[in-house]
């Protein structure tokens, strides 16, 4: 499946920037193997670093949108029945509800930072009919910084970018828990403002 992958996101790369975004747009491929070879690409100067950044973030924001819909148009029947089309067990959706019930809409920004729930968190938030534009503002919010931070450590891994992935992953919770931290903070200011 990952040399698969990877010839996929290959072929993409004849269409630059917009090839970027499609590759994104494909669920099942996965952001940690694109983005760190698009930094590889970036080293070569073969893209700009702020063109690929992005076109990476546009990408990451479309791909979460098919899943969305799935869930919004779908339903849990129809993803209970067919999801293993789309490369999604059970066990991985009851996962991915079980965190939008703990944490509620913000999980469209959260969840990007969390490994095996980044992906099927659009599933729960588009069951539940979420705005669909506060959904894309928080997942592109939540992939700029996730784009940024996989494309730059590719830039700088170079030719051994594919290390990039089992590298970053390990700080990618931290990081959203430490988000989440500042944001929690920031409400319960602005609240304790509007009290007085």
Not at 15 to 24: I, M, N, Q, T
Not at 103 to 130: D, E, N, Q, W, Y
Request: aromatic letters at 16%; charged letters at 15%; hydrophobic letters at 45%.
């Amino acid at each position: 499946m990952h040399d698969f992958v990877l010839s996929l996101v290959q072929w993409f790369h004849q269409f630059s920037y917009l090839g970027v975004v499609l590759a994104l747009t494909i669920e099942f491929v996965p952001a940690e193997l694109v983005l760190p070879l698009v930094g590889y690409w970036v080293s070569q100067g073969e893209m700009n670093m702020v063109g690929a950044i992005l076109a990476g973030t546009l990408g990451g924001t479309c791909g979460p949108l098919t899943l969305y819909a799935l869930g919004k148009y779908g339903g849990r029947p129809f993803l209970s029945k067919y999801g293993k089309y789309f490369f999604m067990k059970e066990q991985h959706l009851e996962k991915s509800d079980h965190f939008f019930e703990k944490h509620g809409g913000i999980v469209a920004f959260t969840g990007r930072f969390v490994p095996g729930v980044r992906t099927l968190i659009s599933i729960p938030c588009g069951l539940a009919k979420m705005n669909v534009w506060v959904f894309s503002l928080y997942t592109f919010i939540a992939m700029l910084p996730i784009t940024s931070f996989y494309i730059y450590l590719g830039y700088k891994f170079g030719s051994t970018w594919e290390k990039v992935g089992p590298y970053a992953s390990q700080y990618m919770t931290p990081i959203g828990l430490g988000i989440l931290l500042v944001i929690i903070i920031m409400v319960f200011i602005k609240y304790k403002k509007r009290n007085k």
